[in-house]
């Protein structure tokens, strides 16, 4: 069984540790939330490999780190200001506020007269099977009437410096993008690259979203991947226009991306947005949905910004933001594609496709099948018997040798069955157990074979392998991705 329910995937993050609600010895916000010792190490594993295959392994990319705080005049020229908006509806009763094109997609409480006003639930756009009604009031309180739609800028304002006045106003960014457009030509002239080239940022973006919510996919606080591959317009590519044949690549290889780290390819999908969906700087946008528990949503989207954004910017900063094309001996503004990802999402995303229950002899298994890569911890180092100080001791020992290349844990709390269950629920790919053969018996003056057990967390395999082979083995299967099968077919199987 996978995770078709959210709250098995709440329950599961807050109790091992993944992701907390913030404040909550506060009540909480419902609209933050807090990364644990685990999901601290997931996120950090999703940004490290997307910067690696997207910024180092490629030598058409370099990255950026630009300040969350930047000039006010930025979102003016963006039009965040005057356009990055939703349109927002009150309840005059319970004053809950709600966005008011997603208020049809909601369950509605309705107090039916034609049942003497009993209260029911009624499911998203249907009417009342007693009395025929369709929504008209406040869809939380079933009673209050809903003021007019009116325009709500979801930036979060603050003030640059120490005097709270309107010429200090400033915002929290919205998107780390404008961060990139705002460095283009520093960029330009600190690497002398050639077009086509993109600069890519990861960093925290904040929007004071009106209806927060289902977990950690819509939050007011939330961490973005973000690149704009600058081409030149005038050239071709695969005999079309450079945008288009660029935007397609980079749709491809986003889709390759989430793949190749295990989301299933049928739960992803593409969006064409139509003309009117599209934003005001977009000539064409293509969302990857991902089938999350409330139904197909946005995970990310790649858009081809034309040369909006730097026009934008130098016609508020009176600064050229050109590119002088060799060829033509001309100067032109580069057009703009831009595949931008949510951290937050994408990592909801592999949670929900690596959990999977299973019965494994009458038990409830609960696994997280993440890709090693992605597992917060690589190995665990476990004890069989905790009494025997000498197993203990090799259990400290390997745990430091191995934690100098990977992730690694020592856990003694419990009996080696619930050891390997509490690992396989956070999806360490390994676990390596030292038993009395790995250390001998003094006493009975018996020595060690210097062997351990590894069990693999998919196949549930155990293997027998030298201590001294066991940073070579981790190296074949962490480093080089080696499958395990291959690997363990050079050892003796272990009794499960
Ligand atoms: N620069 C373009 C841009 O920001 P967007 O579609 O508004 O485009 C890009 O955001 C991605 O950022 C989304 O696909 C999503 O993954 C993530 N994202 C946006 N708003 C979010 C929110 N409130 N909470 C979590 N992630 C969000």
Redesign the pocket.
């Known amino acids: 069984m996978s995770a078709s329910n959210m709250d098995v995937i709440v329950s599961l993050s807050k109790r091992r540790g993944f992701i907390f609600q913030s404040s909550e010895i506060y009540g909480g916000t419902g609209s933050c939330w807090d990364y644990g010792p685990l999901g601290v190490e997931l996120k950090n594993n999703i940004k490290r490999v997307w910067w690696r295959d997207f910024v180092q392994n490629r030598d058409d990319m370099v990255g950026l780190d630009a300040s969350i705080l930047m000039h006010a005049m930025v979102w003016k020229a963006s039009g965040h200001v005057d356009h990055f908006t939703d349109p927002m509806v009150d309840c005059r009763e319970c004053k809950h506020r709600f966005r008011a094109d997603q208020i049809d997609a909601m369950d509605w409480i309705h107090y039916c007269p034609a049942t003497k006003g009993n209260k029911f639930t009624i499911k998203a756009a249907e009417p009342c099977k007693h009395c025929g009604a369709r929504r008209t009031l406040c869809p939380s309180c079933g009673k209050g009437e809903l003021t007019a739609p009116r325009q709500f800028n979801l930036m979060f304002k603050t003030f640059m410096g120490p005097v709270e006045e309107d010429a200090a106003v400033t915002y929290l960014r919205?998107?780390?993008?404008q961060g990139i457009f705002v460095n283009f030509d520093n960029v330009l002239q600190s690497t002398r690259r050639k077009l086509p080239f993109g600069i890519a940022q990861i960093g925290k973006?904040f929007?004071n979203?009106i209806t927060?919510g289902n977990f950690?996919?819509?939050?007011?606080e939330?961490e973005?991947m973000?690149i704009e591959f600058f081409v030149n317009p005038h050239e071709r590519v695969d005999g079309r226009p450079a945008d288009e044949a660029w935007h397609d690549r980079w749709i491809a290889d986003c889709q390759a991306w989430f793949s190749r780290y295990g989301v299933s390819a049928d739960h992803v999908k593409l969006h064409e947005h139509g003309q009117d969906e599209l934003a005001h700087y977009s000539k064409r946008t293509v969302?990857l949905l991902y089938k999350f528990p409330m139904g197909w949503s946005?995970?990310?989207?790649i858009?081809n910004r034309t040369d909006f954004d730097l026009k934008q910017h130098s016609k508020f900063s009176g600064k050229s933001l050109t590119y002088f094309d060799e060829e033509r001996k001309e100067h032109l503004v580069p057009f703009v594609i831009?595949p931008?990802?949510?951290v937050?999402?994408?990592l909801l995303a592999f949670l929900l496709d690596a959990y999977e229950e299973e019965e494994v002899r009458g038990e409830k298994r609960v696994v997280l099948r993440f890709h090693p890569e992605l597992a917060p911890i690589k190995i665990a180092v476990l004890p069989l018997l905790k009494k025997r100080s000498e197993i203990v001791t090799t259990c400290h020992d390997l745990r430091r040798r191995l934690a100098r290349r990977w992730l690694t844990l020592y856990d003694d709390t419990a009996a080696i069955g619930r050891l390997y269950r509490r690992q396989d629920e956070v999806g360490t790919p390994y676990c390596v157990t030292v038993d009395v053969k790995t250390v001998g018996d003094a006493e009975k003056g018996e020595t060690g074979d210097g062997k351990v057990t590894i069990r693999e967390r998919d196949t549930m395999q155990q293997i027998r392998v030298p201590i001294a082979e066991l940073e070579t083995v981790f190296a074949k299967l962490l480093d080089a991705g080696q499958p395990w099968s291959e690997v363990a077919a050079a050892y003796p199987r272990a009794e499960g």
């Open positions: 919205p998107e780390t993008a973006a929007r979203e927060p950690i996919f819509r939050s007011r939330f973005q973000e969302d946005e995970l990310m989207g858009a831009e931008s990802a949510g937050d999402r994408a």
